[in-house]
Nanobody
Framework: QVQLVESGGGLVQPGGSLRLSCAAS????????MAWYRQAPGKQRELVAA???????NYADSVKGRFIISRDNAKNTVYLQMNNLNAEDTAVYYC???????????????WGQGTQVTVSS
């Protein structure tokens, strides 16, 4: 079965950087779009960045110029490089991917388990 495994979260000081990774594994035929979302306590989950199968990207206004999303198709992995972090970036970050599993004709969305990012002095 298909699974998304995230890594790279943790505690960082304001102005610091973190690099998140999310690798898809299992019986996969194709991976289309991949994205990162985040959710802070008491707030709605929001899209942070997305990267399409053709490598075009989209970013939330709050992270433009600070975050970079990229992908390695050979490794079925998406990355989020986060620079100049501030307290408002504190949230649980979730990986999302649109995947067609092997032997299944349709695409569906998959979610990672979430990884905590805390920005604090």
């Amino acid at each position: 079965q298909v699974q998304l495994v995230e890594s790279g979260g943790g505690l960082v000081q304001p102005g610091g950087s973190l690099r998140l990774s999310c690798a898809a594994s299992g019986s996969i035929f194709t991976i289309k779009d991949m994205a990162w979302y985040r959710q802070a306590p008491g707030k709605q989950r929001e899209l942070v960045a997305a990267i399409m199968s053709g490598d075009s990207t989209n970013y939330a206004d709050s992270v433009k110029g600070r975050f970079i999303i990229s992908r390695d198709n050979a490794k079925n992995t998406v990355y989020l490089q986060m620079n100049n972090l501030n307290a408002e970036d504190t949230a649980v970050y979730y990986c999302n991917a649109l995947i067609r599993p092997s032997l299944i004709a349709t695409l569906r969305g998959y979610w990672g388990q979430g990884t905590q990012v805390t920005v604090s002095s």
